[in-house]
């Protein structure tokens, strides 16, 4: 059963209309992977999710509340995560100093340190001064220490090592096992889709594929053809 779902949302930045119509929809303990191309809307689609841009249409349900007319701030306490692309840590405060913001009462830090050993000698450490990889391990440790219920990441490999994407990878299948709802937004597509259950594909701002991942897996070419809109698969 769908925990989470956005129905026939649309997006605008400036006016411009960049999300159009999108249905999507996260279940619990699974991976959510979405793809595209680099201005496809995957990221303007996010943040219409989360609150952070106001959606020109369309619904937003978690666990059957509507979210669509309220702020990111009730979605976020309703138990809707988002970890934003770019790894927003704060620099000057310390990895446990950052962990500790927005800390659930039901949380304790120990929960993130388990998760990501690599923090653990690196607590008392200025955020700032923290490698791309242990950042993003962090920002990932700070959204789950606030309990949420589905957990949206973008972009989270961007400019990180392939050994460390796949320690990530291997994590998200982790979380989603325990019964998280995982919505993630990637450019490693087969890393992704790897350990995803569910894919979707957008286009100029619309869904062009919504499926399970292992068809996208076992045809890269099918993948290709979505992300160019080739005349088999568009629309």
Not at 146 to 169: F, N, Q, Y
Not at 196 to 205: F, S
């Amino acid at each position: 059963m769908s925990i989470f779902k956005a129905n026939s949302v649309s997006v605008n930045r400036a006016e411009l209309a960049i999300v159009n119509d999108v249905d999507l929809q996260v279940e619990r303990g699974t991976i959510s992977v979405l793809l595209g191309a680099n201005g496809a809307g995957k990221t303007t689609l996010l943040e219409g999710l989360s609150g952070v841009i106001r959606i020109a249409g369309g619904t937003i349900e978690l666990e059957g509340q509507p979210l669509q007319r309220a702020r990111p701030g009730a979605r976020a306490r309703a138990g809707l995560g988002y970890v934003e692309q770019g790894r927003t840590v704060f620099r000057e405060l310390t990895t446990e100093e950052n962990l500790r913001v927005g800390l659930h009462d039901s949380a304790d830090i120990s929960e993130a340190y388990a998760l990501f050993p690599e923090l653990v000698q690196r607590q008392d450490v200025p955020a700032g001064l923290l490698s791309g990889g242990e950042q993003q391990m962090l920002v990932i440790a700070r959204a789950l220490l606030t309990r949420p219920k589905v957990l949206m990441i973008d972009e989270m490999s961007a400019g990180l090592a392939p050994v460390i994407v796949g320690r990530l990878m291997q994590t998200m299948r982790k979380l989603a096992d325990e019964g998280l709802a995982i919505l993630l937004v990637e450019q490693f597509a087969a890393l992704a889709l790897d350990v995803g259950d569910r894919a979707y594909v957008m286009r100029r701002g619309r869904m062009v594929y919504d499926g399970d991942c292992k068809t996208l897996l076992d045809a890269p070419d099918k993948l290709h053809d979505f992300y160019l809109g080739s005349a088999n698969t568009e629309g």
